[in-house]
């Protein structure tokens, strides 16, 4: 089936709709189509008689041509004359994807066209007609806009000039790897694409082209130079920054700024801190500027073949450009794309920093899972990995999961690799925001909390040994049986729903204290495919959250039952760590949670009696009602 482009020229009537789409049709050797002459005879007589037309007698008349052009579009292609004044018309006309059709409006204004049909022998248009069409035209965004006041030469020259100009689709700004993935995607996916890369001498030299060189495609240009970069863009314009987190972030977009016009759409691909993004939305609104701050998950691959995305920030940007960002998504078990349009202000890096933060805590529970089976067990990696495999193939299926059996089992001459790996994690800081986000709203957010810890700690290589060889505490080893590896299994499962429990209710509150109203299902759904931390527990999640979105995920009835019946073993495993002399944070940091939580009487009154006592900071009391506070003279 072949593809091809329809032309759809429109304006008010008068504006010479027929006489260019004519000449465009001939130059182009494909049909030609004037809308005119399908209206149906109702309209005709309608107009005839100088009475305008409403969106009813219009409905019938834009599907009729909405389904020519559907047809035209797998055959030879069509120039398509048709007065289209409303955007909801337009719409209507779209039949097909819209990077097969090129929209070109005829502008001019009444008192020209007035005149022009006012010369017309036998012209059925009367003028009142003309003035209503005026008072019914919403001007495009894009596409290609032209004025009418030149010779028909002119204007189809000056058509002929931009259409072969093939302005891209989009521009991405910032070809590291995962600019470049993303990039690749695009095109594959048949966008045509305008990419920059700056040039620093002996540092970045010729990234831009010498990626364009690489590309399989025809539809990719490639700049050093920021204005050409962007005057090769489409209008309204859609440029992806993948550049550094923080203040490269703001170079770029200053250095944008006078070049773009309003309504033109920045989205910052990056791992920003959503606070920044709060401000740049604010910033660039009142500039006329769409701004969307997008979270990326799923690495170089993801963003290569379909990563989960988080866009936030403005609705109109994103009903807009989020058609982009959709394309290349990831899809989920019912195909649709792992991309959906989270909220407003920097609420997109915020579900972004939530997902890390849960990863950090996903990454430790099977850190400290491995340590325990390879020390305490005395477990080789391959042995260790043949165990997850079991894990995975009971449900407990995850990315995360499938990454590290592949790393337990990768060799380097005859050895295992990860024995060979210094035990020195670094980080990125998202866990940390994490972290920091929960304070500031006063939620608890212990295993990730810990699992940043457990990698600060992990940094202190040099103290560390020092503290060994000072302390030489003994460690135990034992044999490891099949019924501890099924305690440790079911251990892990409920230490990761804690973990997952915990993210949730982050952004739950998050989005209420920020009103974002935040919708929990399809945050989880976006996770279940393209991104770090997608697992079948995710798509659970998704499924729980669907029907009650203000629930919390430890009080699904779906989730207590496992959890009751595992609890125990989660708090044995923690006790026979500790006792062995192994360090397991984040299992502990969940068993934690998990009885402070279902503690219907916790240790609070007494921090509240101190508190008096030494800040005379107050306290409530259970046998008065609660709106009513109390102090205590303690000394007396």
């Given at each position: 089936?072949k593809n091809r482009i329809i032309y759809i020229i429109f304006g008010v009537s008068g504006s010479g709709k027929t006489t260019i789409g004519k000449v465009l049709a001939k130059n182009f050797n494909i049909p030609f189509y004037d809308a005119d002459d399908f209206h149906p005879e109702a309209n005709l007589i309608k107009m005839s008689a100088g009475i305008p037309l409403d969106d009813d007698d219009r409905t019938p008349w834009l599907?009729?041509?909405?389904?020519?052009?559907?047809?035209?579009?797998?055959?030879?292609?069509?120039?398509?004359?048709?007065?289209?004044?409303?955007?909801?018309?337009?719409?209507?006309?779209?039949?097909?994807?819209?990077?097969?059709?090129?929209?070109?409006?005829?502008?001019?204004?009444?008192?020209?066209?007035?005149?022009?049909?006012?010369?017309?022998?036998?012209?059925?248009?009367?003028?009142?007609?003309?003035?209503?069409?005026?008072?019914?035209?919403?001007?495009?965004?894009?596409?290609?806009?032209?004025?009418?006041?030149?010779?028909?030469?002119?204007?189809?020259?000056?058509?002929?000039?931009?259409?072969?100009?093939?302005?891209?689709?989009?521009?991405?700004?910032?070809?590291?790897?995962?600019?470049?993935?993303?990039?690749?995607?695009?095109?594959?996916?048949?966008?045509?694409?305008?990419?920059?890369?700056?040039?620093?001498?002996?540092?970045?030299?010729?990234?831009?082209?010498?990626?364009?060189?690489?590309?399989?495609?025809?539809?990719?240009?490639?700049?050093?130079?920021?204005?050409?970069?962007?005057?090769?863009?489409?209008?309204?314009?859609?440029?992806?920054?993948?550049?550094?987190?923080?203040?490269?972030?703001?170079?770029?977009?200053?250095?944008?700024?006078?070049?773009?016009?309003?309504?033109?759409?920045?989205?910052?691909?990056?791992?920003?801190?959503?606070?920044?993004?709060?401000?740049?939305?604010?910033?660039?609104?009142?500039?006329?500027?769409?701004?969307?701050?997008?979270?990326?998950?799923?690495?170089?691959?993801?963003?290569?073949?379909?990563?989960?995305?988080?866009?936030?920030?403005?609705?109109?940007?994103?009903?807009?450009?989020?058609?982009?960002?959709?394309?290349?998504?990831?899809?989920?078990?019912?195909?649709?794309?792992?991309?959906?349009?989270?909220?407003?202000?920097?609420?997109?890096?915020?579900?972004?920093?939530?997902?890390?933060?849960?990863?950090?805590?996903?990454?430790?529970?099977?850190?400290?899972?491995?340590?325990?089976?390879?020390f305490y067990g005395k477990k080789t990696p391959d042995q260790i990995a043949a165990i997850f495999d079991i894990w995975r193939n009971n449900g407990l299926q995850s990315y995360l999961l499938e990454i590290t059996i592949a790393i337990l089992r990768k060799k380097e001459g005859g050895d295992f690799l990860i024995d060979k790996i210094l035990d020195q994690a670094s980080q990125k800081g998202t866990g940390g925001w994490s972290t920091?986000?929960?304070?500031?709203?006063?939620?608890?957010?212990?295993?990730?909390?810990?699992?940043?810890?457990?990698?600060?700690?992990?940094?202190?290589?040099?103290?560390?040994?020092?503290?060994?060889?000072?302390?030489?505490?003994?460690?135990?080893?034992?044999?490891?049986?099949?019924?501890?590896?099924?305690?440790?299994?079911?251990?892990?499962?409920?230490?990761?729903?804690?973990?997952?429990?915990?993210?949730?209710?982050?952004?739950?509150?998050?989005?209420?204290?920020?009103?974002?109203?935040?919708?929990?299902?399809?945050?989880?759904?976006?996770?279940?495919?393209?991104?770090?931390?997608?697992?079948?527990?995710?798509?659970?999640?998704?499924?729980?959250?669907?029907?009650?979105?203000?629930?919390?995920?430890?009080?699904?009835?779906?989730?207590?039952?496992?959890?009751?019946?595992?609890?125990?073993?989660?708090?044995?495993?923690?006790?026979?760590?500790?006792?062995?002399?192994?360090?397991?944070?984040?299992?502990?940091?969940?068993?934690?949670?998990?009885?402070?939580?279902?503690?219907?009487?916790?240790?609070?009154?007494?921090?509240?009696?101190?508190?008096?006592?030494?800040?005379?900071?107050?306290?409530?009391?259970?046998?008065?009602?609660?709106?009513?506070?109390?102090?205590?003279?303690?000394?007396?």
């Amino acid at each position: 089936m072949k593809n091809r482009i329809i032309y759809i020229i429109f304006g008010v009537s008068g504006s010479g709709k027929t006489t260019i789409g004519k000449v465009l049709a001939k130059n182009f050797n494909i049909p030609f189509y004037d809308a005119d002459d399908f209206h149906p005879e109702a309209n005709l007589i309608k107009m005839s008689a100088g009475i305008p037309l409403d969106d009813d007698d219009r409905t019938p008349w834009l599907q009729e041509l909405s389904i020519l052009i559907k047809d035209a579009h797998t055959k030879n292609g069509a120039v398509v004359a048709c007065s289209a004044l409303k955007k909801k018309y337009r719409k209507t006309l779209q039949s097909i994807d819209s990077k097969y059709i090129r929209w070109i409006f005829l502008e001019g204004s009444f008192d020209l066209i007035a005149d022009r049909i006012a010369r017309r022998e036998h012209h059925f248009f009367k003028k009142e007609m003309l003035l209503s069409q005026f008072e019914t035209l919403e001007r495009p965004k894009n596409g290609i806009i032209v004025a009418i006041d030149k010779s028909s030469t002119e204007i189809i020259n000056e058509i002929t000039s931009m259409l072969n100009s093939k302005k891209s689709q989009l521009g991405v700004i910032g070809l590291g790897v995962m600019g470049k993935s993303l990039a690749k995607n695009f095109l594959s996916k048949g966008y045509s694409l305008s990419v920059y890369n700056r040039q620093l001498i002996d540092v970045e030299e010729d990234i831009a082209k010498n990626f364009v060189a690489k590309q399989p495609y025809k539809e990719v240009k490639g700049f050093d130079d920021l204005y050409s970069f962007v005057k090769s863009l489409e209008q309204p314009r859609t440029i992806m920054l993948m550049v550094n987190a923080g203040k490269p972030v703001d170079i770029v977009i200053d250095s944008l700024l006078p070049l773009l016009a309003k309504g033109d759409c920045i989205i910052d691909g990056g791992n920003s801190h959503y606070k920044l993004t709060l401000e740049r939305c604010k910033r660039l609104d009142a500039k006329g500027i769409h701004f969307l701050g997008t979270g990326i998950s799923g690495g170089e691959e993801g963003a290569l073949k379909g990563p989960s995305i988080m866009p936030g920030g403005s609705k109109n940007a994103y009903d807009r450009s989020g058609k982009f960002l959709e394309t290349i998504a990831a899809r989920d078990t019912q195909n649709n794309p792992c991309c959906t349009y989270i909220g407003p202000d920097g609420s997109g890096h915020y579900i972004k920093m939530v997902h890390n933060g849960i990863e950090y805590g996903e990454m430790q529970l099977l850190a400290e899972t491995y340590h325990l089976l390879r020390f305490y067990g005395k477990k080789t990696p391959d042995q260790i990995a043949a165990i997850f495999d079991i894990w995975r193939n009971n449900g407990l299926q995850s990315y995360l999961l499938e990454i590290t059996i592949a790393i337990l089992r990768k060799k380097e001459g005859g050895d295992f690799l990860i024995d060979k790996i210094l035990d020195q994690a670094s980080q990125k800081g998202t866990g940390g925001w994490s972290t920091n986000a929960a304070l500031d709203i006063g939620m608890p957010l212990s295993t990730i909390a810990e699992s940043v810890m457990a990698r600060n700690i992990s940094s202190m290589k040099s103290q560390r040994v020092t503290a060994s060889e000072t302390y030489q505490l003994e460690t135990s080893n034992i044999a490891i049986d099949d019924v501890f590896i099924k305690k440790l299994e079911k251990a892990f499962q409920t230490a990761s729903i804690i973990n997952h429990h915990m993210g949730f209710e982050l952004i739950k509150e998050a989005s209420k204290t920020y009103k974002w109203n935040l919708n929990l299902s399809e945050i989880a759904r976006i996770w279940t495919n393209g991104c770090i931390i997608r697992s079948s527990l995710m798509e659970q999640i998704a499924e729980l959250f669907l029907d009650h979105n203000h629930s919390s995920l430890l009080l699904f009835p779906e989730i207590v039952t496992p959890v009751r019946l595992n609890i125990g073993f989660l708090s044995e495993i923690v006790s026979i760590g500790l006792k062995s002399g192994y360090s397991l944070a984040v299992f502990s940091a969940a068993a934690n949670y998990f009885l402070a939580y279902t503690s219907a009487q916790s240790s609070a009154n007494m921090i509240q009696a101190q508190r008096d006592y030494f800040g005379a900071h107050t306290y409530q009391r259970i046998d008065q009602p609660m709106h009513k506070y109390f102090h205590t003279n303690w000394k007396n």
